[in-house]
């Protein structure tokens, strides 16, 4: 007889265990982009770029791509799209090309190429939702759209099996801003693809995107690709650009249907976990919470001590909200989240009141020269918000304007004859150079309003 092996031996049940082991291992790695929700519950059997699958399978899998940015286009280019697989949109505030055909993408984001077996032709699309604002628009650099044959295509260094999305993050710094034109239209645009889709973000700005980080990790299961290194990324399709549909505005009936303010502030509430939904889960033995937006520039309360003291004085909890405590978005949308009444001069800071739970009170300083802002930006978009809205407008002896320029001067009496010399001189009067001494007699009025209506007595 020879000698017994040493080595183990494997059952019949241990055998298939260790190939179930073995086949699990392979999938993950050859599926490394996706998650338990995969993709392929939108696109069935994708294969990514592979020409492995057959002609049935590539047609199904294109489809249901189209069928995702079929939401985002109407008539011609929705017929454009399903015909050849790509179309571009262009309106007074927005720039964006779909591709439902495979996409490589180089050059930090700014170049993609497109196959075509037609004349080769360039698109640019700047993509960031405000064409019209030439100034912004000066900060957003444009990506090129190039359509080839098979032998201008780059060789691709990683191959992805869902579509990428492209949008500009150089215009920064200001919340409202953000909100309308980079946060809302990312909402609107990805909202669809169930989070199966990866961000590729040009002119980047990593401190931004660390900002908004919970948003965007709930609007993509994937991290922000970072293309610096010079690599070739491909897609099976892209959307270069965003949707817009106004100042803190989702509109149902715009494209893409059927989003709403009310569903967005769910989807905020959710990303950053606030807890309360409406002002009147706030315990009632509690003081309401009021947050004073406190500027350090222009446009700042003069006499802010004595505000926070009437405040005080008529039963509220009273947050002063400076710069620093706004800084950090995740801390002060919790603080925004759970207060009862939020006040400000007409400025970015108010855009924070998105955070703020339903039948919370909006109180808006206005300015001089400032009405026509102080409406379009906050009154309107309040009212689609489910909170209530009051509007504190100033008289012309509580503006530092008055100091300066006498009663009788035009920048008081007729604002019209400012906005006649153009919006550099306007804003360096009335955004920039205008601060606000308010007077307590009659702003305590509009402070017993906003108590009465988050349902607490003054008395």
Request: glycine share 8%.
């Amino acid at each position: 007889m020879g000698k017994e092996s040493k080595r183990p031996v494997l059952g019949a049940a241990s055998t298939g265990l260790l190939l179930i082991v073995v086949s699990l291992c392979i999938a993950l790695l050859v599926l490394k982009d996706a998650p338990f929700l995969s993709w392929r519950n939108q696109i069935p059997n994708w294969r990514g770029n592979s020409d492995a699958g057959e002609v049935g399978e590539v047609t199904e899998e294109r489809d249901g791509l189209k069928d995702l940015l079929r939401r985002l286009v109407r008539g011609e280019e929705r017929n454009q799209l399903q015909v050849g697989g790509f179309t571009c949109h262009f309106d007074l505030h927005t720039e964006m090309c779909l591709s439902a055909k495979p996409v490589w993408i180089s050059n930090g984001g700014l170049t993609v190429h497109v196959r075509s077996d037609g004349s080769k032709f360039k698109r640019l699309v700047r993509p960031y939702a405000r064409r019209e604002d030439e100034g912004a628009m000066k900060l957003v650099t444009p990506v090129q759209v190039l359509h080839g044959d098979a032998a201008d295509l780059p060789a691709c260094n990683f191959t992805h099996s869902i579509p990428a999305v492209i949008f500009s993050t150089g215009v920064t710094g200001n919340a409202f801003h953000e909100f309308s034109e980079i946060i809302i239209p990312l909402f609107l645009t990805c909202r669809h693809f169930r989070s199966q889709l990866k961000f590729v973000t040009t002119d980047r700005n990593a401190l931004w995107i660390q900002k908004y980080s919970r948003i965007l990790n709930r609007l993509s299961d994937y991290e922000v690709l970072n293309l610096a290194d010079g690599s070739v990324h491909c897609f099976p399709g892209a959307v270069v650009g965003l949707r817009y549909h106004g100042n803190l505005a989702l509109n149902t009936s715009d494209i893409p249907g059927g989003h709403s303010m009310r569903e967005f502030r769910q989807f905020l509430r959710e990303s950053y976990n606030l807890k309360t939904k409406n002002v009147h889960e706030i315990e009632k033995l509690q003081k309401p919470v009021l947050i004073l937006i406190s500027r350090t520039n222009s446009r700042k309360f003069l006499n802010e001590d004595a505000i926070v003291e009437l405040a005080q004085g008529l039963g509220f909890q009273v947050v002063t909200a400076g710069p620093s405590m706004m800084s950090n978005l995740e801390l002060f949308a919790k603080t925004v989240g759970s207060c009862s009444v939020f006040i400000g001069v007409h400025g970015a800071g108010l855009a924070n009141g998105i955070f703020l739970p339903d039948g919370a009170v909006v109180v808006q300083v206005v300015l001089l020269g400032l009405e026509w802002g102080s409406s379009n930006y906050f009154e309107i978009p309040a009212t689609a918000m489910d909170v209530r809205y009051l509007e504190y407008k100033i008289e012309p002896q509580e503006s530092s304007l008055a100091e300066v320029y006498g009663l009788d001067h035009p920048v008081i009496v007729d604002p019209l004859s400012v906005f006649a010399m153009g919006y550099t001189a306007v804003r360096a009067v009335y955004v920039d150079g205008q601060n606000v001494t308010i007077n307590l007699d009659r702003f305590t009025g509009t402070l017993e309003e906003a108590r009465r209506l988050v349902g607490h007595s003054t008395t």
